[in-house]
Nanobody, 123 residues
Framework: QVQLVESGGGLVQAGGSLRISCAGS????????MGWFRQAPGKEREFVGA????????YYADSVKGRFTNARDNAKTTVYLQMNGLKPEDTAVYYC????????????????WGQGTQVTVSS
């Protein structure tokens, strides 16, 4: 069992940057692929990006590629999503999630979820 808690959301102007964090407890995150999803009002939950410590792979949705970056701390207890060049269409609740699969891009492939953190980008 792993518990995930996001933090660091907020309001930012278009073109700005924000970093959100996902802290894990219960088990080390190194045995999971850690993913990020987002959900805007009235829309389905959307894959943003994911990183696997085991496989050493990182991948992103086309909509955020080149602007968003996954990172982790050396203790392997916290992962981060660095968001640069933010756009109003990035406004959503952002969720981190943990999966035991290698290349999961669908929400149903993730076993554990955080509570979400709101990111709002003003134009």
């Amino acid at each position: 069992q792993v518990q995930l808690v996001e933090s660091g959301g907020g309001l930012v102007q278009a073109g700005g940057s924000l970093r959100i964090s996902c802290a894990g407890s219960g088990r080390t995150l190194s045995s999971y692929t850690m993913g990020w999803f987002r959900q805007a009002p009235g829309k389905e939950r959307e894959f943003v990006g994911a990183s696997s410590w085991k496989g050493g792979s990182t991948y992103y949705a086309d909509s955020v590629k080149g602007r968003f970056t996954n990172a982790r701390d050396n203790a392997k207890t916290t992962v981060y999503l660095q968001m640069n060049g933010l756009k109003p269409e990035d406004t959503a609740v952002y969720y981190c999630a943990a999966s035991q699969l290698v290349v999961p891009r669908q929400a149903y492939q993730y076993d554990y979820w955080g509570q979400g953190t709101q990111v709002t980008v003003s134009s």
